[in-house]
């Protein structure tokens, strides 16, 4: 065997030892990239986890009046049983004589969220401000404020992460901005009736649409 023949052998060994390398890097990368993505979505599920639990600790230390900005979007998944929860202590709550308003934005789908918190107990109104899209908050006695942050702009995103302060100053900044929303605001029962009327539906097929017993939103609109 001459030497070229040996050279050449081992120029393709080398050459196939550099492919198997590489082909083994390129895999190894896209698993690195998988493994990203996965710790990503964790962390995005245990923030938003811990924005509800700080929502439901601040509702359980309140004496006297909770006031609340928020999104109202149908609960999907892990949510769902995050919204009963909150519904729990809202009905809770409001049976011990402690007041607790919701503004949401006026857009029909949010009448969904609005009822299961008007049923629970709260006085729930629909607003157009435009304040919701970039920050939620929850007012707890005037003394401390729960404040929630969606990843990006957008009224239809998510929060993401939530932040408790205690600061009577920032309430009542906030509480102001509320009130004067909550004064140009219509009552759940008016925009129930808005929306039948300006969709043409029956309770019943306005309550399919909105994931409700049909039943128990007439009777609800009844009362």
Request: hydrophobic share 40%; charged share 30%.
């Amino acid at each position: 065997m001459t030497v070229e023949t040996i050279l050449l052998l081992l120029e393709s060994v080398l050459l196939v030892a550099t492919i198997i390398l590489l082909l083994y890097s390129i895999k190894e990368g896209k698993g690195r990239k998988n493994l990203l993505l996965e710790v990503g979505k964790t962390t995005k599920i245990l923030t938003r986890q811990e924005y509800f639990l700080t929502v439901t600790d601040s509702m359980m230390d309140t004496r006297v009046e909770i006031v609340g900005f928020i999104t109202g979007r149908l609960p999907t998944g892990d949510d769902k049983k995050r919204v009963r929860d909150i519904l729990n202590n809202v009905e809770k709550l409001t049976k011990n004589d402690i007041k607790i308003k919701y503004l949401l934005p006026k857009f029909p789908d949010r009448l969904h969220i609005g009822y299961l918190y008007s049923r629970a107990g709260a006085e729930v109104r629909y607003n157009i401000c435009a304040i919701e899209s970039d920050i939620r908050y929850m007012i707890v006695d005037d003394r401390s404020v729960v404040i929630g942050i969606p990843e990006s702009m957008g009224e239809k995103e998510a929060t993401k992460k939530g932040y408790r302060i205690p600061s009577e100053g920032l309430a009542a900044i906030l509480k102001d901005h509320f009130y004067r929303c909550w004064g140009q605001s219509m009552m759940h029962e008016k925009y129930v009736e808005e929306a039948i009327k300006q969709t043409g539906l029956t309770p019943k097929q306005l309550g399919r649409e909105l994931q409700i017993d049909g039943k128990e939103l007439e009777r609800f609109i009844e009362e």
